[in-house]
């Protein structure tokens, strides 16, 4: 099966700076690959998906970058701001996994000092 | 947008209580799920189903049963609550087992066992 890590649990980072989140996943078949964004009290957001085929890929003010030869996926934040503040999930699944979805990794709580 | 929805923020049960969660999706989404998420644990997958009267166990199906009469909606069942079960429960759903596409998450239900 699939496992997701991430390499931190919290990371702390000054306004205005740009923030980098981590991801590791096992799987060499996964194909897929989505960034969430949970803020306190509420489900977990869309921010950004990627494909296998590609290995970059830009959204506003974000970006992910896909290694799949290490199987390394990161999240790119520019110009972090107070509303980033949140957990973020990176989350990976493959074609014919069947319809159990998305494997989660444990989440990286982004704190935003001022 | 898609919207799901989960009957309750938040609610307080009896231990040997039958506790009812319910979600609903407006988007004629395939599949739906039901996670449950603890600090450290991040979010585990209890059931899912890819069809209506169709479910399938996750990760962690003890002590939970789930149903799903409508395609739109998908409900969680602890028949017989006990504080271990005390958590945030996250309903999803999406578009099809065929496609690699993004879960929507509800909003959560804060579920607390006295």
């Known amino acids: 099966g699939e496992s997701v890590g991430l390499h931190l649990p919290t990371l702390s980072v000054q306004e205005g700076d740009n923030s980098i989140i981590n991801c590791a996943y096992s799987n060499s078949a996964s194909d897929y690959f989505i960034w969430y964004k949970q803020e306190s009290g509420k489900g977990p957001q869309f921010i950004i998906d990627i494909r296998s085929n590609m290995d970059k890929r830009q959204g506003q003010r974000v970006t992910v970058l896909l290694n799949k030869t290490v199987k390394h996926l990161s999240l790119q934040i520019a110009a972090t701001q107070p509303g980033d503040s949140a957990v973020y999930f990176c989350a990976v699944s493959h074609s014919g996994g069947g319809a159990d979805g998305l494997t989660f990794g444990k989440g990286t709580h982004l704190i935003i000092q001022p | 947008d898609v919207k799901v929805t989960q009957s309750s923020r938040y609610l307080v049960k009896r231990t040997g209580e039958k506790v009812f969660l319910e979600c609903v999706q407006d988007?004629?989404?395939?599949?739906m799920f039901w996670y449950r998420q603890d600090p450290g644990l991040g979010l585990r997958l209890i059931y899912f189903?890819?069809?209506?009267?169709?479910?399938e166990k996750g990760d962690i199906p003890e002590g939970y049963s789930v149903s799903r009469e409508k395609k739109e909606r998908f409900s969680l069942i602890l028949e017989s609550a006990s504080t271990n079960q005390t958590s945030m429960y996250l309903c999803?759903?999406?578009?099809?087992?065929?496609?690699?596409?993004?879960?929507?998450f509800g909003q959560g239900t804060r579920l607390t066992v006295v």
């Open positions: 189903s890819y069809d209506v009267k169709m479910k």
């Open positions: 999803a759903s999406s578009l099809s087992s065929f496609l690699n596409t993004e879960a929507f």
């Open positions: 988007m004629d989404h395939e599949n």
